[in-house]
């Protein structure tokens, strides 16, 4: 294994940025590789600098350029032993560090669940310490880190980062100064992280309730407001090019009812659905200057009959997404260890079909060492071209030159201080949500509930796994913001399959309420949360139900006289529907999505637009 002991990380309580030493040995090869003139910076689109770059590199570091991989570890250089054993399993390396001298990847991507995001100043460290690692080798060019930061239930770095609503909330609010501003103020935030490619907006037009895995995820059903909206939150987070974002998943996402993780999905719109359905979002990310774009793990037939997934279809990339709509930044990926893109072809044949397609980075392959090695071999036995390789890797240096990274990759503990989970940022995220609490029911004006009339409240209900870095569960931060606006509120959750033992218990906890709050989460016909809700219902306490992900299970509640959908069950979320619930404030949100009735599916029961306010507001 090469040596890597010049990686250093800034860790907490350490420097504020690595030694002038480290960075000024670290850049070294940057300098000699760009001294085109004498200057080591990089400017955006200077393709004569960056193709002379390309033409130092070897085959290998070209090959490695294009990955971008996911890696155990809170450390660079010094990771617990858990992760360097989970390393040595699935990677053959033991740190970030190793990874980057072995396979020169070009970007390395964040999760909670590899521990690379604990907290704030170690995340920075972490970034640091990836810069440097990468930057000490011969050659060394800085490092594109990833993330997949949508806010609402799709984070990776959480408290005391702000946590914003998720994008059908954010549809729910139509506003586009808020997608804008959200954007904004979260890039901030994940650039002094060393994070500078996040893979948000999600694009998809969801028009279909049954859709498993984007959902809530999507800004709503209606095309044009879905791409005002992508457009609005792309130039926040491009705002002084700090972070670049990502529109996913072309060629859209938003009507499938199985899920590209674990099966492999069929599109069966037309071309002229796909034209007036998937493609506005993406036409508009593609008009406001997108700087990348994530594929798809499904085939759409009428845009390609092959039976290829879209991300291996060079009809679909190469001619719709090129061709025809003119881009030419980056195209990532999803991730090649989902069900959907390996359903037809084995990991060694799918890195070197997306590259033939017209993908510019391969996004965490299951196996990098199978992988790599097929693309290095591609080229040598010439089934890819180095040129084609090069186009990809153009691309990918023009970004990292536009965001800076040839001038100074390093952020600053400092800069952190300054910038993640300030006072500021998180009363705007605060003010967002607020605008995208929707009341769908409200018979009788039981809400706002009165702290004279309803100061005893139950909250029950559903307590799903809470999203990245809240602090949940959501029946305890519902009583908890409850409680601190004057009521007397307790929590018992009641899960998201309650027992019948749960049923009774939530119901004689209800007897002595003066109000009962209740929390679902994706309700069905045969759910025993709806068992729940009418039990309670039949004690005759008033009970206000808040969906805490999906605003269909409305359609299923019938007997409900007042209804909020939260679109998510993170903190800042249910923090604005308890400010709904206690009067603080009105009610702004209106469904982006229309709702079905359950019983009839072909009737509408709430329509695009819906949702009630207060009288006098």
Known sequence: ???????????MGSTASPSRRLVLAATAGITGALALGGTAHAAPHDDRRLRALIDRMTLPEKVGQLFVMRVYGHSATDPDQADIDANLQEIGVRTAAELLAKYRVGGIIYF????????????????????????????????????????????????????????????????????????????AELRALGIRQNYSPVADVNVNPANPVIGVRSFGSEPDAVAGLVAAEVAGYQHARQVASTAKHFPGHGDTAVDSHTGFPVITH????????????????????????????????????????????????????????GYDGLVVTDSLGMEGVRTKYGDDRVPV???????????????????????????????????????????I????????????????????????????????????????????VNEGSLLPLSRRSHRK???????????????????????????????????????????????????????????????????????????????????????????????????????????????????????????VIAGRVAPRGRLPVPVQRADDPAQVLFPVGHGLSYRGH
Request: proline share 7%; charged share 20%.
């Open 1 to 11: 294994m090469p040596d890597t002991s010049t990686g250093s990380d800034t860790s």
């Open 112 to 187: 909670t669940w590899a521990h690379n995001t604990r907290d704030p100043h170690q995340i920075a460290g972490l970034s640091n310490g990836i810069q440097t690692a990468s930057l000490a080798q011969p050659r060394g060019l800085p490092v594109l880190i990833s993330t997949d930061q949508e806010h609402g239930i799709v984070c990776r770095v959480g408290e005391p980062a702000t946590l914003f609503p998720g994008a059908m909330a954010v549809g729910a609010g139509g506003s586009r100064s808020d997608a804008r501003t959200l954007g904004r103020l979260a890039g």
């Open 270 to 325: 037309s071309r002229e659905e796909w034209e007036r359905l998937d493609a506005p979002p993406f036409r508009a990310a593609v008009r406001a200057g997108i700087d990348s774009i994530m594929t798809a793990h499904l085939m759409v037939p009428a845009l390609d009959d092959s039976g290829d997934p879209a991300t291996l279809s060079h009809p679909i990339l190469t001619g719709i997404l090129r061709e025809e709509l």
């Open 353 to 395: 079909l997306a590259l033939k397609a017209g993908v510019d980075q391969l996004l965490n392959p299951p196996n990098l060492d199978v992988a790599w090695n097929a693309v290095l071999k591609a080229v040598q036995d010439g089934e890819l071209t180095e040129a084609r390789l090069d186009e990809s890797i153009l691309r």
């Open 397 to 440: 240096l023009r970004l990292k030159a536009k965001l800076g990274l040839f001038d100074d990759p390093y952020v600053s503990q400092a800069g952190v201080d300054r910038t993640v989970g300030t006072p500021a940022h998180l009363k705007a995220a605060d003010r967002i949500a607020e605008r995208t609490t929707t009341l769908l």
């Open 457 to 579: 409240v139950l909250v029950v209900g559903a307590d799903p796994a809470s999203p990245s870095g809240t602090t949940g569960p959501p029946t305890g931060v519902l009583a908890a913001a409850l409680t601190d606006l004057g009521f007397t509120a307790t929590a018992l959750s009641t899960g998201t399959a309650p027992s019948a033992a749960t049923v009774a218990r939530a119901v004689e906890a209800a007897r002595e309420a003066d109000a009962v709050v209740v929390g679902t989460y994706n309700v069905t016909a045969s759910s025993t949360q709806k068992t729940l809700v009418e039990q309670l219902l039949a004690t005759g306490t008033p009970v206000v139900a808040v969906a805490v992900r999906n605003p269909y299970d409305v359609a299923h509640l019938p007997g409900v006289k007042a209804f909020l959908a939260a679109y998510s069950w993170t903190d800042v979320e249910l923090r604005a529907a308890a400010r």
